[in-house]
């Protein structure tokens, strides 16, 4: 199965979790991972669909743990075990990655039930910065579901598993995507059982409404761990708090620490200069009076966002190593640089473990 650039939009409709780190690429291409991360829900739900889903059907367990992320353009693999006490063991891998595990049990039901339709989701992205705010989060969320949208996208659940069960997992990712901790959030792991309605921190939720508690944090591993509760239904998320990226120094920090006639005549060009240390570089150069050219390969918003804090005498342009084009060529000779920075910061390729790479 590939999650593929459509699917993914698709699936953040669904579930209303638009978190940067799934849907935006120039965003997502500044974290650890390089690129967008398909949701941990998703991947749960992927691996549900590949079951043999024959009769209406509840889940009474499911115990998801995430190893390595999924990334936009992956294409998975599901093996299936059946345990000895007849709960089911779907391993996902991206080669041979392993990507998650996920156990679930499950129970026959007379049918699938009914939620409401869905409302206009948010798309604001709570950023909550310190662990001090994460815990005392707290709030509620409505168990809704687009039935059309969701039997796009699993057909093989759409008339098979409890909408309201499915509506709980979707509320699960976006309330962890979306609300908290928000937008540095990764899944590490999620559990769900059944238990007395209001058997949990979370005490308070009427029917049709999904409510969750922060019930510790531990910032040692930069983990939360949030208790919610759908009725019966209690979820346990256990959550990584990610660092948001660094911000490079502004021109006022930088410009009090260079001389304003340090550079006067140098026509620097800076190749990936739209973030990082090339922004950096390029803020140094213009404050000590440089013409400044910086690059950037995908990165066209930051790139601009440089340049205007640069001033005049300086421009941006797009430019791949593996492929300059007559363009570029053009306006390197145009600028007739005297000097060279290199920033430019490769993809970092995720290897499998325990494999060889042909000599």
């Known amino acids: 199965m590939k999650f593929d650039d459509d699917r993914q939009t698709r699936f953040a409709n669904l579930s209303g979790d638009h978190n940067p780190l799934h849907v935006d690429h120039q965003q997502a291409r500044r974290s650890q991972f390089g690129g967008r991360v398909v949701h ?20 009474l367990r499911l115990d998801a743990q995430f190893r390595a992320a999924v990334l936009v353009d992956d294409t998975v693999s599901f093996s299936t075990q059946t345990l000895a006490d007849g709960s089911t063991r779907t391993t996902v891998r991206v080669g041979q990655q392993l990507s998650a595990m996920i156990v679930v049990e499950t129970s026959h039901v007379d049918s699938i039930g009914r939620v409401t339709a869905p409302p206009t989701w948010s798309t604001e992205v709570v950023a909550r910065s310190t662990f001090a705010e994460v815990s005392t ?61 209001g058997d949990s921190k979370a005490t308070d939720a009427s029917p049709g409404t999904i409510q969750f508690e922060v019930a510790g944090v531990d910032p040692r591993f930069d983990l939360a761990t949030l208790a919610i509760a759908a009725g019966e239904r209690l979820i346990q998320a256990e959550v ?35 973030r990082g240390l090339g922004e950096l570089a390029a803020k140094v150069l213009a404050s000590g ?67 060889w790479h042909p000599p």
């Open 137 to 197: 989060s707290r709030g509620t969320d409505e168990l809704a579901i687009d039935p059309l949208l969701w039997s796009k996208l699993f057909p093989g659940l759409a008339n098979s598993l409890a909408l309201a069960d499915a509506a709980a997992l979707l509320a699960t990712t976006r309330i962890v995507g979306m609300r908290c901790p928000g937008q540095w959030a990764l899944f590490r792991r999620l559990s769900w059982s059944l238990g007395p309605a």
């Open 289 to 355: 009076a440089a013409e400044v050219l910086l690059t950037y390969r995908t990165g066209a918003d930051d790139a601009q966002r440089v340049v205007s804090h640069l001033g005049r005498s300086a421009k941006a342009i797009q430019f791949t190593v593996e492929a300059p084009t007559e363009e570029f060529l053009r306006a390197i000779g145009e600028f007739a640089p005297t000097h060279l920075s290199y920033f430019a910061t490769p993809v970092i390729a995720r290897r499998p473990p325990a494999t």
């Open 40 to 59: 941990g829900v998703h991947i749960v739900l992927a691996a549900l669909e590949s079951l043999d889903w024959s009769t209406p059907t509840r889940i």
């Open 240 to 274: 990584i708090v990610r660092e948001p990226p660094p911000r490079q120094a502004g021109m006022d920090v930088v410009s009090a620490r260079v001389a304003p006639d340090d550079f006067i005549g140098t026509r620097a060009l800076v190749v990936g200069g739209s």
